[in-house]
């Protein structure tokens, strides 16, 4: 059964940049799409990057298009989002999702 497990959340300024991590473990399927979501205080989660097994990126919405990029390491089994430009309104719980399965989330603040 996969894990996942995010890290590398913090508090940075507007218009710095940070890196999450997330980590897999126990991977037996290669097909699923893994996917960086987030949710805001008072908002529904949201979207924010895919990536297939083979490097693959889905389309970025909006919100982030341009400023964050998702990649992978297989051989590392895991998978990055380089947030780059970072705003106020990128602050929220970001998490991690393979399959079924969901990390715990990491918190993401930036102080404008």
């Known amino acids: 059964q996969v894990q996942v497990r995010e890290y590398g959340g913090g508090l940075v300024q507007a218009g710095g940049s940070l890196r999450l991590s997330c980590v897999a473990s126990?991977?037996?399927?290669?097909?699923?799409?893994t996917k960086w979501f987030r949710r805001a205080p008072g908002k529904e989660r949201e979207f924010v990057a895919g990536?297939?097994?083979?490097?693959?990126?889905?389309p970025y919405p909006d919100s982030v298009k341009g400023r964050f990029t998702i990649s992978r390491d297989n051989a590392k089994n895991t998978i990055y989002l380089q947030m780059n430009t970072l705003k106020s309104e990128d602050t929220a719980m970001y998490f991690c999702?393979?399959?079924?399965?969901w990390g715990q989330g990491t918190q993401v603040t930036v102080s404008s």
């Open positions: 990536i297939n097994w083979s490097g693959v990126t889905l």
């Open positions: 999702n393979e399959g079924p399965a």
């Open positions: 126990g991977r037996t399927f290669t097909t699923y799409l």
